[in-house]
């Protein structure tokens, strides 16, 4: 049972517009959620993360807002570069237990 | 070397074979971890070792076997591997073993079992 779900596999956006890429959890009592990047033939690494007292948080580019009564996550890329272009994982977890990740969507950013 | 870094980076293993991956931080952190990720779905996280003890151990067959043997350095021991086993493995590394320290992957091994 997928405790964080990406339905999106794939996006697609054209360059200089805004990406959303969207996250949903089923555990009400996931109390941080995270956004890793990842490009092929590399690890994921960290682009920003939110605590559950929060609704956003906001990085250069990147805004990650929270619904908690939703149970939903989402990235917003403003704008999309085509160096964006990579797969997006959500991930999420509560107090010390270990993080959950989700399946990935996978964003191309086309000029 | 800087980061995370992980060898080999492809592994093409029998099902009789033994072998082993390797990973090793240079960040001075002292948690490390395995992840496997097979086809299409989540990264799943296999074994945790904060301060070279492991502290978590997520139900995974005996056929993988880690070892720390220091805080910059972490194997995952193979043998007798199914081919439902191929995935893509990662380690990463945080500064502690704190769930919301950030982990810093590695770029993985891609292994394949025949």
């Known amino acids: 049972d997928q405790q964080v779900k990406q339905n999106s596999p794939s996006l697609s956006v054209q360059e200089g517009r805004i990406s959303i890429l969207n996250c949903d959890y089923t555990?009400?009592?996931?109390?941080?959620f995270l956004w890793y990047k990842k490009y092929p033939a590399e690890g994921p690494t960290f682009l920003i993360s939110?605590?559950?007292?929060?609704d956003k948080n906001e990085d250069g580019r990147f805004t990650v807002f929270l619904n908690k009564s939703a149970k939903h996550l989402s990235l917003h890329i403003v704008p999309s570069q085509p160096g964006d272009s990579a797969v997006y994982f959500c991930?999420?977890?509560?107090?010390?237990?270990?993080?959950?990740f989700g399946t990935g969507t996978r964003l191309q950013v086309f000029p | 070397e800087t980061g995370v870094t992980q060898t080999p980076r492809h592994l093409v293993m029998g099902m009789t074979n033994k072998k082993s991956l390797k990973c090793e931080q240079h960040?001075?952190?002292?948690?490390m971890y395995w992840y496997k990720q097979s086809a299409k779905k989540p990264l799943e996280l296999m074994f945790v070792?904060?301060?070279?003890?492991?502290?978590e151990n997520n139900s995974v067959p005996s056929r993988f076997s880690p070892e720390c043997p220091n805080s910059s350095h972490l194997f995952l021991h193979l043998h007798t591997l199914q081919p439902e086993d191929s995935a893509l493995y990662l380690c990463?590394?945080?500064?502690?073993?704190?769930?919301?320290?950030?982990?810093?992957f590695g770029p993985g091994t891609r292994l394949t079992v025949l």
């Open positions: 990463a590394s945080s500064i502690t073993g704190v769930s919301t320290d950030t982990q810093y």
């Open positions: 555990n009400s009592m996931f109390d941080y």
């Open positions: 939110i605590s559950s007292i929060k």
């Open positions: 991930a999420a977890n509560r107090n010390t237990d270990k993080l959950i």
């Open positions: 960040l001075g952190h002292n948690a």
């Open positions: 070792y904060n301060f070279k003890e492991q502290t």
